[in-house]
């Protein structure tokens, strides 16, 4: 969706208001669900015209979109300062890859952080690399210096910050400034922040994508991306989305604006609750390193206090001691962290993660054993407790 006045409420308020004009929502307070492929017309006349509009927010047909899918796009647009427009994907891997596809064509090179999302090195090293596009790696704590890596081919840079499994946080207004200079086009994966704890377009960024699955969705029931842009690339961006065919059910976007609503409140919790099982984690004796950005021994924890608003609720700590067997015991012990991939969901997770089967351009020497925790909406002590129990199966299993 285009033209949004740009919400100046504070971000509590915009979680509530965005996206919820009265022609869409009609006398209720949610936008309802319109369940269509066929958009009828009143005539030849009217068909005509909305071929030849091709506007935003304008019934067309059901690939389109529908008030359900505008106001959620429009939300999404009004709550990141700087952005002209959102297209959302049935995914967030779908939303990374269009995105990179918009901006990108044969021949061109792109730089893909270390610490990327593996889906994102496996879209790039094969899908994007059988289209003639080549794939490079940095060090996700590169900043400035990621200038030299610069070739005319040079086209668009992934970020990724903090890393969803290592949590490095970047550079992020010094990576975009040199690109900017340079032409290429800067896009991030902005699903651990999202625009309430981190300002993407503010701080340089063209294109900002998340995973809504993650805490657009909040309840572990939706797969969604979406990409949001400034001027510049909003039609080509918007273009591409469309000629790809991507479209999300308002079903889906229903529940996503439903989620979107209990944002502020869940993300601070999060915060919260994290930030107390990671400071305990901490003092325990099995535990090495906690990468939390928020904690100081994590990698670009300056820069994290620097831009960020705020952390969520995933991070990752190190079993000094552990290896696999040892780390298979303790995670296998928890009872009110399930084992799974995604996160972002109000429920706790608990995930093995071994960063350097996909790392290129740098080492991962960190000794022991990772796991990575998502911190759900259940009381922290309870959180405490089970962990606490499972440290005596890792302690039986060394
Ligand atoms: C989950 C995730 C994605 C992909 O989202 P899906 O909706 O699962 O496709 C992208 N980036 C990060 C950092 C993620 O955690």
């Given at each position: 969706?285009?033209?949004?006045?740009?919400?100046?409420?504070?971000?509590?308020?915009q979680?509530?208001?965005?996206?919820?004009?009265?022609?869409?929502?009609?006398?209720?307070?949610?936008?309802?669900?319109?369940?269509?492929s066929?958009?009828?017309?009143?005539?030849?006349?009217?068909l005509?015209s909305?071929?030849?509009?091709?506007?935003?927010?304008?019934?067309?047909?059901?690939?389109?979109?529908?008030?359900?899918?505008?106001?959620?796009?429009?939300?999404?647009?009004?709550?990141?300062?700087g952005?002209?427009?959102?297209?959302?994907?049935?995914?967030?891997?779908?939303?990374?890859?269009?995105a990179?596809?918009?901006?990108?064509?044969?021949?061109?090179?792109?730089?893909?952080?270390?610490?990327?999302?593996?889906?994102?090195?496996?879209?790039a090293?094969?899908?994007?690399?059988r289209m003639?596009?080549?794939?490079?790696?940095?060090?996700?704590?590169?900043?400035?210096?990621?200038?030299?890596?610069?070739?005319?081919?040079?086209?668009?840079?992934?970020?990724?910050?903090?890393?969803?499994?290592?949590?490095?946080?970047?550079?992020?207004?010094?990576?975009?400034?040199?690109?900017?200079?340079?032409?290429?086009?800067?896009?991030?994966?902005?699903?651990?922040?999202?625009?309430?704890?981190?300002?993407?377009?503010?701080?340089?960024?063209?294109?900002?994508?998340?995973?809504a699955?993650?805490?657009?969705?909040?309840?572990?029931?939706?797969?969604?991306?979406?990409?949001?842009?400034?001027?510049?690339?909003?039609?080509?961006?918007?273009?591409?989305?469309?000629?790809?065919?991507?479209v999300?059910?308002?079903?889906?976007?229903?529940?996503?604006?439903?989620?979107?609503?209990?944002?502020?409140?869940?993300l601070?919790?999060?915060?919260?609750?994290?930030?107390?099982?990671?400071?305990?984690?901490?003092?325990?004796?099995?535990?090495?390193?906690?990468?939390?950005?928020?904690?100081?021994?994590?990698?670009?924890?300056?820069?994290?206090?620097?831009d960020?608003k705020?952390?969520?609720?995933?991070?990752?700590?190190?079993?000094?001691?552990?290896?696999?067997?040892?780390?298979?015991?303790?995670?296998?012990?928890?009872?009110?962290?399930?084992?799974?991939?995604?996160?972002g969901?109000?429920?706790?997770?608990?995930?093995?993660v071994?960063p350097?089967?996909?790392?290129?351009a740098?080492?991962?020497?960190?000794?022991?054993?990772?796991?990575?925790?998502?911190?759900?909406?259940?009381?922290?002590?309870?959180?405490?407790?089970?962990?606490?129990?499972?440290?005596?199966?890792?302690?039986?299993?060394?």
């Open positions: 969706m285009t033209d949004s006045p740009q919400n100046s409420e504070k971000p509590a308020t979680a509530v208001t965005s996206g919820r004009r009265k022609e869409w929502t009609g006398p209720v307070v949610n936008p309802p669900v319109w369940r269509a066929t958009h009828l017309y009143d005539s030849i006349a009217d005509r909305g071929v030849s509009s091709n506007a935003d927010g304008q019934f067309f047909y059901g690939r389109r979109g529908s008030p359900t899918q505008w106001s959620l796009a429009e939300a999404l647009t009004e709550m990141e300062p952005a002209t427009g959102t297209m959302l994907y049935p995914s967030g891997v779908a939303a990374i890859a269009c990179m596809l918009a901006v990108l064509k044969p021949g061109d090179e792109v730089l893909l952080t270390d610490s990327s999302y593996d889906p994102s090195r496996s879209y090293d094969a899908f994007l690399k003639g596009i080549t794939a490079l790696y940095y060090d996700p704590l590169i900043g400035e210096d990621i200038s030299a890596l610069f070739t005319d081919k040079t086209k668009a840079i992934l970020l990724e910050s903090p890393g969803s499994l290592t949590f490095e946080v970047q550079d992020i207004p010094a990576i975009c400034a040199v690109a900017k200079e340079a032409g290429i086009v800067t896009l991030l994966d902005n699903t651990w922040a999202t625009s309430r704890f981190f300002a993407a377009l503010e701080n340089g960024v063209d294109i900002s994508i998340v995973a699955t993650k805490y657009i969705v909040g309840h572990s029931d939706v797969m969604m991306g979406a990409a949001t842009t400034h001027e510049k690339y909003w039609a080509r961006l918007r273009r591409t989305a469309q000629q790809l065919g991507q999300v059910s308002p079903d889906d976007a229903y529940l996503a604006a439903r989620g979107l609503r209990t944002l502020e409140v869940r601070r919790q999060h915060e919260q609750s994290a930030l107390t099982i990671a400071h305990w984690l901490k003092d325990r004796p099995e535990v090495g390193q906690v990468l939390h950005p928020a904690l100081t021994d994590c990698p670009g924890h300056e820069i994290w206090k620097r960020f705020g952390s969520s609720g995933l991070f990752s700590f190190q079993l000094s001691e552990g290896d696999e067997k040892s780390r298979a015991a303790f995670i296998d012990a928890l009872t009110l962290f399930g084992i799974g991939y995604s996160w969901g109000f429920e706790s997770l608990a995930l093995p071994d350097g089967k996909y790392r290129t740098t080492d991962w020497t960190m000794a022991g054993a990772l796991v990575r925790l998502h911190i759900g909406l259940e009381d922290p002590e309870d959180l405490i407790a089970d962990l606490a129990k499972a440290f005596e199966h890792y302690n039986n299993a060394l």
